[in-house]
């Protein structure tokens, strides 16, 4: 499953996002437009351990290690 992951300049995650499945409609996507250059946003796939994680603060922490490091 891919996961779209937008970090803050300190590397943190701010915020994650599960691409759908199905096409919605043919032409529907969602993302994220950071303005803010220390903001950047990786799509990912999503391991599997981690697919029905609930807790947004604790996929946050485990994403963390599946990101690049600051800087790179």
Known sequence: ?????L???DGNVL?????????L???VRFGFTPKDPGLKVYEIDLPSHLEHEESAEQLHRALKEHLPRPGR
């Open 7 to 9: 970090t803050g300049p």
């Open 15 to 23: 915020a994650t996002l599960r691409q759908p499945t199905h096409e």
């Open 1 to 5: 499953m891919k996961i779209t992951v």
């Open 25 to 27: 409609n043919g032409k």
